[in-house]
T-cell receptor, first 113, second 113 residues
Framework: KQEVTQIPAALSVPEGENLVLNCSFTDSAIYNLQWFRQDPGKGLTSLLL?????REQTSGRLNASLDKSSGRSTLYIAASQPGDSATYLC????????????FGKGTKLTVNP | GAVVSQHPSWVICKSGTSVKIECRSLDFQATTMFWYRQFPKQSLMLMATSNEGSKATYEQGVEKDKFLINHASLTLSTLTVTSAHPEDSSFYICSGYPNYGYTFGSGTRLTVV
């Protein structure tokens, strides 16, 4: 059974700091991995999607890497801003055509002005 | 980008009543949509996969008679929580899969009193 773990569960940093969020998964047979942002009481916003054949994706100040063989992904946020405060969720899509996502519990990020 | 519209965003109902949540794909056709539930400080958990024109597929442990799913068109899926109880209070969120990345609705906060 695929399990996704995110470390740390919560993170508080001063504005301007670079930071890394970690995600690990137990079964390397994934179709892709996606990072989402969730604001309190809101839906999910897709940040980056990495296909299983890819190593990383970048969007603005965000960079996500994937090491499928070791079951790890990291989300790097450069020059953090208070507006980055949210919960960041990592999810893997299982292979086999089911299109199911397995989520981690998320990392709650607070960026202090 | 692809948009999924979910309504209502929040609802309060009395125990024993039923509540319907709608999920619409606004700019793509969704043969499949996914319904998740999220309890406080927990991961999103897949409840069921709705399939246009056929029966939904429920995850283990999810009562299909309690959580009725209808996917009558390529743009609309509905989840009805029947005979709601306080333990059904949760955040329900739907998603579509327009290309190779998920798009989520804004979620519905259900409170059963």
């Amino acid at each position: 059974k695929q399990e996704v773990t995110q470390i740390p569960a919560a993170l508080s940093v001063p504005e301007g700091e670079n930071l890394v969020l970690n995600c690990s998964f137990t079964d390397s047979a994934i179709y892709n991995l996606q990072w989402f942002r969730q604001d309190p009481g809101k839906g999910l916003t897709s940040l980056l999607l990495i296909q299983s054949s890819q190593r990383e994706q970048t969007s603005g100040r965000l960079n996500a890497s994937l090491d499928k063989s070791s079951g790890r992904s990291t989300l790097y946020i450069a020059a953090s801003q208070p507006g980055d405060s949210a919960t960041y969720l990592c999810a893997v899509m299982l292979t086999g055509g089911s299109e199911k996502l397995v989520f981690g519990k998320g990392t709650k990020l607070t960026v202090n002005p | 980008g692809a948009v999924v519209s979910q309504h209502p965003s929040w609802v309060i109902c009395k125990s024993g009543t039923s509540v319907k949540i709608e999920c619409r794909s606004l700019d793509f056709q969704a043969t499949t949509m996914f319904w998740y539930r999220q309890f406080p400080k927990q991961s999103l958990m897949l409840m069921a996969t709705s399939n246009e024109g056929s029966k939904a597929t429920y995850e283990q442990g999810v009562e299909k008679d309690k959580f009725l799913i209808n996917h009558a068109s390529l743009t609309l899926s509905t989840l009805t929580v029947t005979s709601a109880h306080p333990e059904d209070s949760s955040f329900y969120i739907c998603s579509g899969y327009p290309n190779y990345g998920y798009t989520f609705g804004s979620g519905t906060r259900l409170t059963v009193v």
